[in-house]
């Protein structure tokens, strides 16, 4: 089943569901902390220190009904926080990178090559670009389009500059391209029909101007910006250091993207990036920007 709807509905037993915060399931990059092979300095520690230094790939949940990305990690975060992927109706994916999006585990959505549908009455939308689309189809083997129906899933294809999509609860994703080193990378701008309006921003460096003109059109309450690269000195790597963290968040409050009351944190940190935890909050505190972990909880509402 395909869509390209602009309201996307819920299941058939009532609309999907509005969540009051966003779970920070994932805060590590493409490796994780500790990564897997790694014996540096942070990895180290991280082992030693375990708790908020113990990064999982980052991945966000609202609520039971919406996820934004789908990485190798899903089954440790669905045990982790007690998740229920049997009421997931929504999966947004930011790009088909693997530490993202992962998705042989859809196929278990059905039980087996001809098996029935697991989920028969509750459809999963899958919102993502034709790269997206692609990869899922290539971890089905080519297969994607006999076994869609079977597996009870939707493909919304998104356009990679900008896409609006409104859901049946009235939240309303705002899909805009990311500067990221991959074809069809997105980050997600989300609007709360109260009027609260947050930013996933992951898996981009520094943004176009392109980005930087959507983003003026908003106020935003919440932002989630990339940290990737920490205290290293790279440019133009697809994603931010900590220096350009900074740079971001200057600009979006000079410009009054981000207001006085605006909550703003970093996310999806490397190893190389060279900062524990304890580092991340000491390098951030003194600018108001706070560094996500595993299990971090943001409420949506003013």
């Known amino acids: 089943m395909t869509v390209n709807a602009n309201v996307i509905g819920g299941d058939p037993q009532g609309k999907t569901a509005l969540p009051g915060e966003l779970l920070i399931c994932g805060s590590g990059a493409s490796e994780g902390i500790p990564a897997l092979f790694c014996t540096c300095a942070i990895c180290r520690q991280a082992r030693l220190n375990g708790g908020r230094d113990i990064r999982s790939r980052t991945a966000y949940q609202l ?26 109706r929504h999966l947004f994916i930011t790009h088909p990178h693997k530490d993202h999006f992962y998705p042989v585990q859809l196929s278990y959505h059905i039980h087996g090559e001809e098996g029935p549908a697991m989920l028969a009455d509750f459809p999963l939308t899958l919102h993502g670009t034709a790269e997206v689309m692609a ?136 190893h190389c990036g060279g900062m524990l935890h304890a580092d991340l909050e000491k390098f951030y505190a003194p600018h108001g920007i706070e560094p996500g972990y595993d299990g971090m909880r943001l409420p949506l509402h003013r």
């Open 135 to 270: 990869q899922l189809d290539r971890a089905l083997n080519g297969k994607l389009a006999q076994r869609i129906d079977r597996m009870r899933l939707v493909l919304d294809e998104l356009d990679p500059v900008r896409c609006v999509r409104t859901l049946d609860n009235g939240m309303k994703f705002t899909a805009v391209g990311a500067n990221h080193d991959c074809a069809g990378a997105l980050n997600y701008i989300v609007e709360m029909p109260d009027g609260f309006t947050f930013f996933i921003g992951t898996d981009s460096g520094p943004f176009t101007e392109e980005t930087w003109r959507i983003l003026a059109e908003f106020r935003f309450d919440l932002m989630i910006l990339d940290g990737t690269g920490g205290l290293l000195n790279i440019e133009n790597s697809g994603h931010h250091t900590g220096r350009e963290v900074l740079a971001a968040a200057e600009r979006l409050r000079r410009e009054g993207i981000a207001g006085p009351h605006t909550r703003i944190v970093t996310n999806h940190f490397a």
């Open 63 to 88: 609520g039971d009904d919406i996820r934004i990305d789908f990485g190798p990690d899903i089954y440790y975060q669905r045990e982790k926080f007690q998740l229920h992927f049997e009421k997931l």
